[in-house]
């Protein structure tokens, strides 16, 4: 009980708000209140007066009281069987026709009667009087708009004693529209569009309820349990879920202090259905899961609703009264302290590793900070890595120039038979939560000085810049926990050879030294021991044989395995789960041949600009720190291949270079080729046009990919996985950030010669890397 009602010695009158929908429960209560119900839960031992949980009730009987009493909402709540030791509904349950947790009235007085454990009475927080008013001081002077504060505070409290009763996993929001609507904040920005744009004030109060009613999911605990009996199978027939439960009780103390908002990684439309299962099996209340429209098609979209799926509009364009229902939607949610999750790359990754984030919701997070909304957010990185995935083909394709198949009935068809497929493992890892303030302010929000209410404002460049930081320490925290798989080795060995197949033998002097640089490292990782010996080995290319990713030969004298023709994308996706815990090791190789180039009294010079510069050429592709601690991670890593480089009174480039093949394995090849080898195909496109003409980026891509095509067919490019549109975007990213794509530039035209010179440099940096090799074999 709240220590301020407990300090009182007078007695006081109590208010129970009865939130009753039929005879049995209002019998129920009556019976709760007789038995002393009041006094033996908080203590109060005075008379009882009953009230309706209505808004008009509450404003006629209750708001204009002169004493301050204590208000009490009750109400009965209605219980599935018991099976196995937990109560959710299943679809037998559905045989009664009935929900068994809004069982009919007919029903109700046979559950008294043949099952007394399937209800509870349960009192909600109480509050005076004068608690209330205080807490809804903007609308205590209005008889109505306070009675429904009132009303809905109630329902609040109601619904936290009903997850203490019958565990977090359900948590359902209620008359979450027309709250934010009520909000004094929300008005008042609502009317200043108005006044802005000429529009009516009632015309945009009318869209915002319109694009709130569109926003606003529920959570019906009987949809949940039933969507989630019916979505396990599709993928628990395709995968076995490795969740790494350590850190969960953590989270589950953090949450009750403060909402949780789930960033996952994002490869699979299964993400949110594997995550979900998850967090279900731990008692975690469910998230409100934020999606894209696209994704709301009939019957999906009416049911995901109920589950807690919010979907939002891909783009806003200058609609500013849904944008604004967005901002004020989210803040409602954090408020309430309610989880959210969503994929902040924007979409599924086509490469297989993260994509850079979209900072789109991470802002109206950040807003909510700012306007004191909510005191903090603890963000929660969540790694999602599968060992297969059934949904590559149309990945791939994508990639090649494919159309993406709309989502609706066709493709829901054809993605369930996808799942029939036994896919191995997918792992759940989740990073350490991070303090969205916290991390704010320590990336000098000015905004964001700490806890408390701040004054609501546009965000300064110096806020935009904080919460671009604030989504890459999320990344990193991804990547941290992502663990290394055995597809990703496997691929990794395959990928690196020229048209070449490798036997078991081979297969495994490529995967031996880089497990024991793993282990080394402490890096994390899945089922690897299963590579450690032959039959383990073969099962996995066996495996990835049966997903049309490996391609096997066993009419020699030994089976011989390479990627399969046309399946080099989705050999990569393996790989480039895992390839950010190689790239540094694989920009050191290339650094150290770079500084071998060099005069011997320069090499640690150019070795550094060599290092600083692929950081530079590659930081749309992967998250680097800072110059300084980067420089300290290629150090650590140097001292892994050579220990002993610090201790000689001079190190050379030759030196290093021996080191390196005596650790049994080189990365740079198999790790940073066709990176490098995308950006020479748009390098070469960009210095073969025009200087002066203006750049269609989209036609640049559809141009790339098709001589791209050529370039692999002359074996001007390693492989076709270089042959990728989500690459060459990236590309084109890079060369806008270079100022290679300003045609008013007089100096475009040299400079895009420079930047293709420069690239073929690399390419034959990293064709030296593979000739070192020593565990590809030696081709002809």
Known sequence: ???????????????????????????????????????????????????????????????????????????????????????????????????????RRFMQRRLLAKAPDRHLVVAGRPARLSELRARNLVVAGATELFARAIVRDGIVALERAQR???????KVPRLIAEEVLDTPEFRDRLEAIAADTGAEVREVFGRAEEALRELVAGQSPLVSDLFTQAMRPLHASAWKIDCDRSGLAGLRELNNRHPLVFLPSHRS????????????RNDFPPNHVVGG????????????????????????????????????????????????????????????????????????????????????????????????????????????????????????????????????????????????RGRLTAHGDPQCPGPGPVVACAPSEQG?????????????????????????LATLALLGVHECALTLGEVRRVVEPVLGYIAHRGLPQGKLDTLRDDRGLAGVLEQLSMARVVTVY????????????????????????????????AILELAVLAAVEAPEGDQLRAGRAAAYRMRELLKFE???????????????????????????????????????????????HRVLRSFF??????????????????????????????????????????????????????????????GLLDAERADVGPRRQAFAEELRTIGARIARAAAMDPSTPEQP
């Open 293 to 436: 429209v696209n994704l709301s098609f009939w019957p999906m979209g009416v049911i995901a609703r109920r589950t807690g799926k919010v979907f939002i509009r891909r783009s806003f364009g200058d609609d500013q009264v849904y944008k604004a229902a967005v901002e004020a939607y989210f803040a409602y949610l954090l408020a309430k302290r309610f989880n959210l999750e969503w994929y902040f790359e924007g979409g599924r990754t086509r490469t297989g590793k993260l994509r850079q984030p979209r900072l789109g919701l991470l802002n109206y997070l950040a807003a909510a900070i700012r306007a004191g909304r909510v005191d903090d957010v603890m963000l929660v990185p969540v790694s999602i890595t599968y060992e297969r995935l059934n949904e590559l083909d149309a990945i791939a394709t994508e990639q090649v120039g494919g159309v993406k198949k709309p989502e609706g009935l066709a493709f829901l068809a054809r993605y369930l038979r996808s799942q029939q497929r036994s896919a191995g493992h997918v792992y759940v890892r989740f990073g350490t939560p991070q303090s969205a």
């Open 554 to 585: 066993r009419e020699g004298v030994e089976p011989v395995y390479s990627i399969q023709a046309g399946a080099h994308l989705k050999a990569a996706f393996y790989r480039n789960s895992a390839v950010h815990w190689f790239v540094n090791r």
């Open 1 to 103: 009980m709240p220590a301020d009602i407990v300090a009182e010695d007078r007695p006081c009158p109590v208010v129970v708000l009865v939130d009753a929908s039929s005879v049995v429960e209002r019998e129920l209560i009556d019976g709760w209140i007789a038995e002393g119900g009041p006094a033996a839960e908080y203590g109060f031992d005075t008379p009882v007066v009953q009230l309706a949980m209505d808004a008009f009730a509450v404003a006629s009987r209750l708001v204009g009281r002169r004493d301050d009493p204590v208000v009490v909402p009750v109400r009965v709540i209605w219980l599935p069987p018991e099976r196995e030791g937990v109560r959710r509904t299943t679809f037998a349950d559905l045989a009664t026709l009935t929900d068994p947790r809004k069982p």
């Open 164 to 170: 203490a009763a019958i565990g977090n996993r359900y």
């Open 269 to 280: 439309y299964m993400d949110p259905f594997v995550l979900g299962d998850a967090l279900a």
């Open 622 to 668: 992967f998250l680097f720190p800072g110059r300084a601690e980067f420089s300290a991670q290629l150090a650590s890593e140097l001292l892994l291949v050579d220990p002993q480089w610090l201790r000689r009174s001079t190190t050379t480039g030759a030196d290093v270079l021996t080191a390196l093949s005596r650790t049994g394995f080189i990365m740079a």
């Open 677 to 738: 080898d995308a950006q020479l195909v748009l390098a070469e496109r960009l210095a073969a046009r025009d200087p002066a003409a203006p750049v269609d980026r989209t036609l640049l891509i559809d141009e790339c990919v098709s001589v791209g095509r050529q370039m692999f067919l002359q074996q001007r490019l390693h492989s076709p996985e270089s042959v990728s549109s989500e690459l060459f975007a990236t590309a084109l990213r890079l060369a806008d950030d270079l």
């Open 464 to 488: 935009q810049e904080a919460v671009r930081r604030l989504a890459r320490d999320v990344a990193v925290g991804i990547n941290a926990v992502t663990p290394i798989t055995v597809n990703a």
